[in-house]
């Protein structure tokens, strides 16, 4: 069975593994041409949906309801360019200082819940429902994706995902 410390546990891990991976990256390098989303940018975004899970975390701990920002599955490319918009030009201590201080919200808020809970049903801001692990295992996962086509954007080899 995970624990809540198991999880964050592994959100040290990815965090680490994504700073490694992009320690001597220019945060002003292109890694979405088609968007024009910079390095910076895709923080930015991980930042953003961490900032919602934390919204529907507390919901479900306070067994209150939570409304996903999006009303349907297809609004999930406007949901991320409005938050692209909002935040682009923020300097690039602000996306990091903000990228670190929402991890550490997500694992206190995480820290909330006993891990008998963890199998519990929440809703996700991504209009679906599942088990808080679940949900943190999708933050994992989604870290680990944009770091993976950020290393391909630049030309390296991208992280291998255990």
């Known amino acids: 069975m995970t624990t809540v410390p198991d999880l964050i546990a592994q959100l040290d891990r990815s965090r680490q593994d994504t700073q490694v991976a992009l320690s001597d990256l220019d945060p002003d390098t292109l890694i979405y041409a088609e968007s024009g989303w910079r390095l910076r940018d895709v923080i930015a975004h991980i930042t ?5 899970l934390i919204s ?5 701990r306070m067994l209150a309801d939570y409304t996903p920002p999006l009303s349907a599955k297809l609004q999930l490319d406007v949901y991320n360019d409005l938050r692209f ?3 682009y030009d923020r ?3 602000q996306v990091i200082n903000a990228w670190a201080a929402v991890r550490a919200e997500l694992k ?3 820290q909330l819940f006993d891990t008998s809970e963890l ?6 801001p991504w209009n679906d429902s599942g088990s808080i692990a679940h949900s943190i295992h999708d933050m994992i996962w989604h870290e680990q994706f944009h ?3 950020i290393l391909v954007a630049v030309g390296r080899e991208p992280l291998v995902v255990a």
């Not at 953003?48 to 919602?52: F, L, N, S, Y």
């Open 48 to 52: 953003a949906w961490e900032e919602e």
């Open 56 to 60: 529907a975390l507390r919901a479900r």
């Open 85 to 87: 918009r909002e935040r």
């Open 91 to 93: 300097s690039v201590a």
């Open 108 to 110: 206190a808020s995480l």
């Open 119 to 124: 199998g519990s049903t929440m809703c996700y």
């Open 147 to 149: 770091t993976r086509e």
